[in-house]
Nanobody
Framework: QVQLVESGGGLVQAGGSLRLSCAAS????????MGWFRQAPGKEREFVAA????????YYADSVKGRFTISRDNAKDTVYLQMNALKPEDTAVYYC????????????????WGQGIQVTVSS
C-alpha cells in the first residue's frame, strides 16, 4: 500500500522558516520525481516544487523561487521542502505527491497524495 506522510508544518511569523518532510513507503519512489503542491482556502491546488529522482533536476513555481528549496534523501525515501522568507500568502495545506510528470517545466501530479499538512504564516 502506497503511503506518503507529511510532517513539519505549523504556525510561523512572516519572514520565518519551516521545513516540511514527506516520508514515502509502499513503492519505489526513489526512482520517481516527487514534489509538493499546496491549496489555500477558496483556491485550487497549485504546484509548488518538484525534484527528479536524482535531485539533478528541480522545478519551482515562480511564486516560491529563491525562497523554497526541495531536496530528497533516497536512502530514507524522504523528500523535503525548506521554506524560507515565508509570506502570509504561503498559508495553505501542503501536499506531497509521488511520481509527478514534469514536461517543459510544467509538473502534473500523480494519483499518489499525502494527507496534507497545514502551514500558516502570520503577518
Amino acid at each position: 500500500q502506497v503511503q506518503l506522510v507529511e510532517s513539519g508544518g505549523g504556525l510561523v511569523q512572516a519572514g520565518g522558516s519551516l521545513r516540511l518532510s514527506c516520508a514515502a513507503s509502499g513503492r519505489m519512489f526513489t526512482s520517481y520525481t516527487m514534489g509538493w503542491f499546496r491549496q489555500a482556502p477558496g483556491k485550487e491546488r497549485e504546484f509548488v516544487a518538484a525534484s527528479s529522482w536524482s535531485g539533478g533536476s528541480t522545478y519551482y513555481a515562480d511564486s516560491v523561487k529563491g525562497r523554497f528549496t526541495i531536496s530528497r534523501d533516497n536512502a530514507k525515501d524522504t523528500v523535503y521542502l525548506q521554506m524560507n522568507a515565508l509570506k502570509p500568502e504561503d498559508t495553505a495545506v501542503y501536499y506531497c505527491n509521488g511520481d509527478l510528470s514534469c514536461i517543459d517545466y510544467v509538473c502534473y501530479p500523480s494519483e499518489y497524495w499525502g494527507q496534507g499538512i497545514q502551514v500558516t504564516v502570520s503577518s
